[in-house]
């Protein structure tokens, strides 16, 4: 146990019983803990391999490469479409924790495999999303923001193709694009200040 990580447990107000469970359970099977993103983090060989974090209606164990586990039981699940290597198992009680612990240990264990056997998971390029009708239109029109956007990381690319597709409307869409045109033309990711 890292003590550095205690206080995640000890503010718990809600799940902690099943925190304490998950916690025990990452630690049997020769984990290193550590705090990460305001979490326990259990890693093997310094690669993330699962992380505690909880939510209102349940408490999660998220396994960094869950896409690449077999998933036999069918327990994982990815949060959301975009997801793409992360899958979570979720609990809402102490006793599917106790009654799930020797499955929870062999995805554990899988999960130590993958990362020992160097697999990686294949992340979608920049050519795998949809430029929206919205945002092609500005590109096609405005020859300086088509280059600008050319210039960016695939990342930022990947960021604001992602942002401008989200909304359901072509006016939200619209408004989006109009927005971040500006910052798209000073080398900027939509998340940038």
Same mark, same amino acid.
């Given at each position: 146990?890292?003590?550095?990580?205690?206080?995640?447990?000890?503010?718990?107000?809600?799940?902690?019983?099943?925190?304490?469970?998950?916690?025990?359970?990452?630690?049997?099977?020769?984990?290193?803990?550590?705090?990460?993103?305001?979490?326990?983090?259990?890693?093997?060989?310094?690669?993330?391999?699962?992380?505690?974090?909880?939510?209102?209606?349940?408490?999660?164990?998220?396994?960094?490469?869950?896409?690449?586990?077999?998933?036999?039981?069918?327990?994982?699940?990815?949060?959301?479409?975009?997801?793409?290597?992360?899958?979570?198992? %979720?609990? @809402?009680?102490?006793?599917?924790? &106790?009654?799930? #612990?020797?499955?929870? *240990?062999?995805?554990?264990?899988? $999960?130590?495999?993958?990362?020992?056997?160097?697999?990686?998971?294949? %992340?979608? @390029?920049?050519?795998?999303?949809? &430029?929206?009708? #919205?945002?092609?239109? *500005?590109?096609?029109?405005?020859? $300086?923001?088509?280059?600008?956007?050319?210039?960016?990381?695939?990342? %930022?690319?990947?960021?604001?193709?992602?942002?401008?597709?989200?909304?359901?409307?072509? *006016?939200?869409?619209?408004?989006?694009?109009?927005?971040?045109?500006?910052?798209?033309?000073?080398?900027?990711?939509?998340?940038?200040?």
């Amino acid at each position: 146990m890292n003590p550095k990580v205690d206080w995640f447990f000890n503010k718990a107000k809600q799940w902690q019983d099943e925190y304490v469970k998950l916690r025990i359970i990452a630690l049997d099977c020769g984990l290193t803990e550590e705090l990460k993103w305001g979490c326990p983090c259990y890693t093997f060989n310094k690669s993330n391999i699962v992380l505690i974090h909880g939510f209102k209606e349940y408490c999660a164990f998220l396994f960094f490469k869950g896409a690449l586990l077999n998933d036999a039981d069918g327990i994982l699940i990815q949060q959301t479409k975009d997801v793409q290597s992360g899958r979570q198992m %979720r609990f @809402t009680n102490i006793l599917e924790i &106790v009654d799930l #612990e020797p499955v929870i *240990k062999a995805y554990i264990y899988e $999960a130590i495999e993958v990362e020992k056997a160097g697999l990686k998971i294949v %992340r979608k @390029t920049t050519a795998d999303y949809d &430029v929206p009708a #919205e945002f092609q239109s *500005k590109l096609d029109r405005i020859p $300086a923001l088509k280059t600008a956007f050319e210039a960016l990381t695939p990342g %930022r690319q990947r960021g604001y193709l992602y942002y401008f597709s989200q909304p359901k409307t072509s *006016k939200t869409r619209e408004a989006r694009v109009e927005k971040y045109i500006p910052q798209i033309l000073d080398g900027k990711g939509v998340d940038d200040v």
